[in-house]
Protein backbone atom coordinates (compact mmCIF):
# COMPACT_ATOMS: atom_id res chain seq x y z
CA UNK A 1 0.00 0.00 0.00
CA UNK A 2 1.39 3.58 -0.96
CA UNK A 3 1.10 6.27 1.20
CA UNK A 4 -0.82 9.75 0.13
CA UNK A 5 0.01 11.09 -2.79
CA UNK A 6 -1.42 13.70 -5.25
CA UNK A 7 -4.49 12.26 -7.22
CA UNK A 8 -4.15 12.05 -10.63
CA UNK A 9 -7.78 12.48 -11.73
CA UNK A 10 -8.30 16.44 -9.97
CA UNK A 11 -12.13 18.39 -10.44
CA UNK A 12 -13.58 21.26 -9.30
CA UNK A 13 -15.95 21.13 -6.60
CA UNK A 14 -18.54 22.12 -8.96
CA UNK A 15 -17.10 18.82 -11.62
CA UNK A 16 -17.31 16.68 -8.50
CA UNK A 17 -20.96 18.11 -7.70
CA UNK A 18 -22.62 17.42 -11.16
CA UNK A 19 -20.54 14.04 -11.92
CA UNK A 20 -22.11 12.01 -8.55
CA UNK A 21 -24.94 11.57 -6.85
CA UNK A 22 -25.55 13.12 -3.49
CA UNK A 23 -25.03 10.52 -1.78
CA UNK A 24 -21.87 9.92 -3.92
CA UNK A 25 -20.67 13.58 -3.56
CA UNK A 26 -20.47 12.80 0.23
CA UNK A 27 -18.54 9.88 0.71
CA UNK A 28 -16.14 9.94 -1.59
CA UNK A 29 -15.35 13.90 -1.75
CA UNK A 30 -16.69 14.85 1.74
CA UNK A 31 -15.07 12.03 3.49
CA UNK A 32 -18.82 10.72 4.65
CA UNK A 33 -20.17 7.19 5.75
CA UNK A 34 -22.89 5.73 5.30
CA UNK A 35 -24.50 3.53 7.77
CA UNK A 36 -23.85 -0.10 8.12
CA UNK A 37 -25.96 -2.21 6.64
CA UNK A 38 -27.92 -0.08 3.95
CA UNK A 39 -25.39 0.45 1.31
CA UNK A 40 -24.57 -1.31 -2.43
CA UNK A 41 -22.56 -4.22 -2.14
CA UNK A 42 -22.42 -5.00 1.50
CA UNK A 43 -24.24 -8.54 1.28
CA UNK A 44 -23.74 -9.09 -2.17
CA UNK A 45 -22.00 -12.44 -3.33
CA UNK A 46 -22.10 -11.66 -7.30
CA UNK A 47 -18.52 -12.37 -9.01
CA UNK A 48 -16.68 -9.21 -10.14
CA UNK A 49 -14.83 -5.84 -10.46
CA UNK A 50 -15.43 -3.12 -8.03
CA UNK A 51 -14.09 0.12 -9.18
CA UNK A 52 -13.99 3.72 -7.86
CA UNK A 53 -17.75 5.41 -8.44
CA UNK A 54 -15.91 9.00 -8.92
CA UNK A 55 -12.93 7.90 -11.78
CA UNK A 56 -13.67 4.36 -12.73
CA UNK A 57 -10.49 2.96 -11.12
CA UNK A 58 -10.40 -1.03 -10.31
CA UNK A 59 -10.02 -1.03 -6.78
CA UNK A 60 -11.46 -4.40 -5.55
CA UNK A 61 -11.68 -7.76 -7.24
CA UNK A 62 -15.06 -10.26 -5.80
CA UNK A 63 -12.82 -13.13 -4.46
CA UNK A 64 -11.62 -11.09 -1.86
CA UNK A 65 -14.31 -9.61 -0.57
CA UNK A 66 -16.00 -11.87 2.65
CA UNK A 67 -18.33 -11.36 5.29
CA UNK A 68 -16.67 -9.17 8.28
CA UNK A 69 -20.16 -8.90 9.96
CA UNK A 70 -19.76 -5.10 9.89
CA UNK A 71 -22.18 -3.70 7.70
CA UNK A 72 -20.17 -2.62 4.97
CA UNK A 73 -18.18 -4.43 2.06
CA UNK A 74 -15.14 -5.91 3.22
CA UNK A 75 -11.79 -7.48 1.14
CA UNK A 76 -8.35 -8.16 2.51
CA UNK A 77 -6.53 -6.92 -0.67
CA UNK A 78 -7.18 -4.52 -3.22
CA UNK A 79 -6.68 -5.17 -7.11
CA UNK A 80 -3.11 -3.78 -6.87
CA UNK A 81 -1.26 -1.98 -4.26
CA UNK A 82 -0.95 1.62 -6.15
CA UNK A 83 -4.80 1.51 -6.67
CA UNK A 84 -5.58 2.95 -3.09
CA UNK A 85 -3.57 5.27 -1.26
CA UNK A 86 -3.48 5.30 2.86
CA UNK A 87 -3.93 8.03 5.40
CA UNK A 88 -3.55 8.34 9.10
CA UNK A 89 -7.62 9.63 10.21
CA UNK A 90 -7.63 10.34 13.86
CA UNK A 91 -11.25 11.85 13.58
CA UNK A 92 -14.07 10.71 15.96
CA UNK A 93 -11.99 10.42 18.88
CA UNK A 94 -9.81 7.28 17.45
CA UNK A 95 -7.03 6.69 15.17
CA UNK A 96 -7.94 4.74 11.91
CA UNK A 97 -5.93 4.45 8.75
CA UNK A 98 -8.33 5.97 6.23
CA UNK A 99 -8.35 4.65 2.43
CA UNK A 100 -8.92 6.80 -1.01
CA UNK A 101 -8.68 6.15 -4.38
CA UNK A 102 -5.09 6.84 -5.78
CA UNK A 103 -6.89 7.97 -8.94
CA UNK A 104 -8.84 10.70 -7.87
CA UNK A 105 -8.28 11.00 -4.10
CA UNK A 106 -11.81 9.99 -3.56
CA UNK A 107 -12.37 8.52 0.08
CA UNK A 108 -13.62 4.47 0.46
CA UNK A 109 -13.58 3.53 3.76
CA UNK A 110 -11.24 2.47 5.98
CA UNK A 111 -8.54 -0.56 6.38
CA UNK A 112 -8.01 -2.56 9.47
CA UNK A 113 -5.31 -5.29 11.04
CA UNK A 114 -7.98 -7.63 11.55
CA UNK A 115 -9.13 -9.44 8.20
CA UNK A 116 -8.67 -12.71 7.02
CA UNK A 117 -5.10 -14.81 6.13
CA UNK A 118 -3.19 -14.42 4.05
CA UNK A 119 -3.28 -10.86 4.33
CA UNK A 120 -4.73 -10.09 7.71
CA UNK A 121 -6.56 -6.88 6.34
CA UNK A 122 -10.20 -5.72 6.50
CA UNK A 123 -11.09 -2.92 3.88
CA UNK A 124 -14.04 -1.69 4.93
CA UNK A 125 -15.52 0.50 1.86
CA UNK A 126 -18.47 2.70 1.27
CA UNK A 127 -20.69 0.82 -1.32
CA UNK A 128 -21.58 4.01 -2.71
CA UNK A 129 -17.82 5.07 -3.49
CA UNK A 130 -17.69 1.97 -5.76
CA UNK A 131 -19.22 0.96 -8.81
CA UNK A 132 -19.88 -2.99 -9.90
CA UNK A 133 -18.98 -5.10 -12.85
CA UNK A 134 -20.18 -8.77 -12.87
CA UNK A 135 -17.77 -11.16 -14.45
CA UNK A 136 -18.73 -15.00 -15.61
Known sequence: MSEATTP?????????????????????????TERAFTGPFWNSKEKGL????????PLFVSDTKFDSGCGWPSYFEAVNPDAITELR???????????????C?????????????????????????MTFEPMA
Open 8 to 32: KIQKTDAEWRELLSPEQYRILRQAG
Open 89 to 103: DTTHGMVRTEVRCAN
Open 50 to 57: YSCAACGE
Open 105 to 129: GGHLGHVFPDGPPPTGLRYCINGHS
